[in-house]
């Protein structure tokens, strides 16, 4: 009788599970995905478009077309857009260097009522932070087996 009632819990708890749980269509969010970084990459091959006709060299073209799309996440981020953007095409907004830019102003913008130290300044980094540790320590670790093997005379 007890394994009984035990079982009818558990199934109901099953059941409930079941019908609270979002279900998600992977090549809906997928297409979505596509779409939303594809249309970042298109704003990004404009913005080098134009810098090639006004006869900038590849580099300072490659140069403005990152700040101007670091520029373009912030203000969607602080107009409040970007996490709406980032519902409906997940991982399309955060791969890009947008998502960098939104990692970064987000809690920037969060925190701001805690005070310029305590609030902007304590929690900018909280989720951009270890994105740059650990870029900056492989960086140092790469550059270290670089010189090492250049040192012994393999390159």
């Known amino acids: 009788m007890e394994d009984a009632a ?11 599970v079941k019908h609270v749980t979002p279900t998600h269509n ?10 939303t970084g594809g249309a970042f990459c298109v704003i990004g091959q404009l913005i080098l478009n134009c810098c090639d006709r006004l006869g900038l060299d590849r580099e300072t073209a490659g140069s403005w077309c990152s700040l101007l799309l670091v520029l373009l996440s912030v203000l969607l981020t ?67 087996g670089y010189w090492i093997v250049k040192a012994c005379g393999a390159l």
């Open 78 to 144: 602080g107009l409040n857009l970007y996490q709406k953007l980032a519902k409906f095409g997940g991982a399309g907004t955060l791969v890009p260097i947008t998502g960098f830019a939104n990692s970064v102003a987000a809690p920037a913008i969060e925190f701001k009522k805690e005070g310029q130290v305590f609030g902007i300044g304590c929690k900018i980094f909280t989720i951009a932070g270890p994105v740059i540790l650990y870029g900056v320590f492989t960086s140092w670790l790469l550059g270290l």
């Open 6 to 16: 035990k079982q009818e819990k558990q199934q109901e708890y099953q059941d409930y």
């Open 26 to 35: 992977l090549f809906l969010n997928m297409c979505r995905a596509f779409v």
